[in-house]
């Protein structure tokens, strides 16, 4: 277990999108800006009209996963994640409002805001992580830079 505490306090800030904005993409635009490099995205409501996502798919290593895009309305039921290098990593719960069928999974760039989305964000202050790929599994874990 890696134990990652904050140094220098925490900041909470509100991120809303408006409509047309891409969600990964605005992220690390911010992060970049500011100089967030470690963070957690502690909630996230909203809807899109285009959610790319990537799901795991079997129970092996490496993992197989599988990439799929919902467009038309899909309502965020529930958005969650961590920053590690000013990177986001976020997971979600979303409904396909037109197919009536709910889908879990990793957030992917050109995710695009319909109206809104609503994220709270407590960046931890002079933190310093990288994201790593371990070469065996292929598995990317948060490591202290």
Do not use: W
């Amino acid at each position: 277990m890696l134990v990652i505490p904050e140094l220098k306090g925490t900041k909470t800030i509100m991120v809303s999108f408006r409509k047309g904005d891409l969600i990964i993409e605005g992220l690390r635009e911010y992060f970049e800006k500011e100089g967030i490099d470690a963070a957690l995205i502690t909630s996230g409501i909203g809807s899109m009209d285009i959610c790319k996502l990537h799901s795991i798919c079997g129970t092996t290593l490496p993992p197989e996963e599988k990439y799929f895009t919902l467009e038309g309305p899909v309502e965020v039921g529930s958005l969650q994640g961590s920053v590690a290098g000013g990177e986001p990593h976020i997971h979600v719960v979303v409904d396909d409002v037109a197919n009536g069928k709910i889908y879990v999974g990793h957030l992917e760039p050109g995710s695009r805001c319909l109206f809104r989305v609503e994220l709270g964000i407590i960046v931890l202050n002079e933190v310093k992580t990288k994201r790593v790929t371990d070469p065996e599994t292929n598995l990317v874990d948060i490591k202290m830079a």
